[in-house]
């Protein structure tokens, strides 16, 4: 606004207000005498006690400061957590990201911040489908229950990191690693998961049904009471895992690339029989055969108590954790 035009605005207004007064001369005055004969006995009670007047205002000074204070200090703390919420909330989203960039940079602030291991894990129970997680470094990081439905994360890190009760159905995880990762009551049905490294990993009562697990790393691995019915498991190292009570049909699982030794432990308890080869899983495929074990029916395997138990390989000699009882829930 021009300057000789803002000058004459406040003149405009100040005639105005000076015509207001003009007309209500008489309510000026009445307002005035009012407030005369308000502060008159106030004047007349610090006028015959001054000092004591001003020493009875310091505790309410005090008071009133001390008031301000902490109200500052609830209104800052409120605001730090509503800022701290938002925050999370902000990284969750980019973690669920199907670009590949926001979700790295997200799970690598998490890791910063020690909000992606243990109990301040918060990536825990929480929707990540169709994230794109490709490479993502996971390792140690607190995942139970997350739902990862058609996300990808091939060549992610997951070593030590625990997924129990995880939802991965259509996942691609090619070139995962996984080594002693808690993958107990994960549903991995018609996940991608060639070439996989699941190296001693848990899984435990894990759904694998249709999961494509050409070529993958399961040397040691803890199988008991897994699903692998319909799973593809050709040129899959089987050397040393333990199959206990897995619902299973070998006959389809197996191909003659698929890995055993003497210290793979077959669905009925059985080690595996170098010396044998394929006759001996025909107890698993063939009912003509006189020692046919059914084991295409559910089977659970009850983790509380589970005592610890020792991996079998040439060598190494691993123990696993204790799983304690809120590990799996039924």
């Given at each position: 606004m021009p300057p000789d035009k803002l000058t004459s605005t406040f003149e405009e207004r100040l005639q105005e207000a000076?015509?207001?007064?003009?007309?209500?001369?008489?309510?000026?005055?009445?307002i005035g005498v009012c407030i005369g004969l308000l502060l008159y006995p106030l004047a007349v009670q610090v006028r015959a006690d001054l000092p004591a007047f001003l020493s009875s205002l310091v505790p309410e000074g005090l008071g009133l400061a001390f008031t301000v204070i902490i109200l500052q200090r609830?209104?800052?703390?409120?605001?730090?957590?509503?800022?701290?919420?938002?925050?999370?909330?902000?990284?969750?989203?980019?973690?669920?990201?199907?670009?590949?960039?926001?979700?790295?940079?997200?799970?690598?602030?998490?890791?910063?911040?020690?909000?992606?291991v243990?109990?301040?894990?918060?990536?825990?129970?929480?929707?990540?489908?169709?994230?794109?997680?490709?490479?993502?470094?996971?390792?140690?990081?607190?995942?139970?229950?997350?739902?990862?439905?058609?996300?990808?994360?091939?060549?992610?890190i997951l070593s030590d990191a625990d997924l129990t009760g995880a939802t991965l159905r259509y996942a691609k995880l090619n070139h995962v690693v996984?080594?002693?990762?808690?993958?107990?009551?994960?549903?991995?049905?018609?996940?991608?998961?060639?070439?996989?490294?699941?190296?001693?990993?848990?899984?435990?009562?894990?759904?694998?049904?249709?999961?494509?697990?050409?070529?993958?790393?399961?040397?040691?691995?803890?199988?008991?009471?897994?699903?692998?019915?319909?799973t593809d498991l050709s040129g899959a190292d089987l050397t040393g895992a333990d199959l206990t009570k897995s619902l299973v049909n070998l006959g389809h699982a197996w191909a003659p690339r698929t890995l055993m030794d003497a210290e793979t432990v077959l669905p009925d308890g059985r080690r595996y029989d170098p010396l044998l080869g394929h006759d001996q899983i025909k107890r698993y495929t063939d009912p003509?055969?006189?020692?046919?074990?059914?084991y295409s029916a559910p089977v659970q395997i009850s983790l509380m108590p589970l005592q610890p138990f020792t991996f079998h390989t040439p060598f190494l000699n691993l123990k696993t954790m204790n799983l304690d009882e809120d590990v799996v829930e039924d």
């Open positions: 000076a015509e207001l007064r003009q007309q209500n001369q008489w309510l000026y005055l009445i609830y209104f800052d703390h409120r605001d730090a957590v509503k800022e701290r919420k938002a925050l999370l909330q902000r990284l969750i989203r980019r973690a669920g990201s199907p670009a590949n960039n926001l979700a790295l940079d997200a799970i690598a602030e998490l890791r910063t911040l020690t909000l992606l243990g109990d301040k894990g918060i990536l825990q129970g929480v929707s990540l489908r169709e994230a794109d997680l490709s490479t993502a470094n996971l390792k140690d990081a607190n995942l139970r229950g997350v739902d990862l439905y058609q996300a990808k994360l091939e060549s992610a996984c080594w002693h990762t808690i993958l107990v009551n994960v549903n991995l049905e018609n996940a991608e998961m060639l070439n996989a490294n699941m190296r001693y990993a848990n899984l435990i009562n894990a759904k694998l049904t249709g999961t494509k697990l050409n070529g993958a790393h399961l040397d040691s691995a803890d199988l008991r009471g897994a699903n692998i019915m319909g003509q055969h006189p020692e046919y074990v059914d």
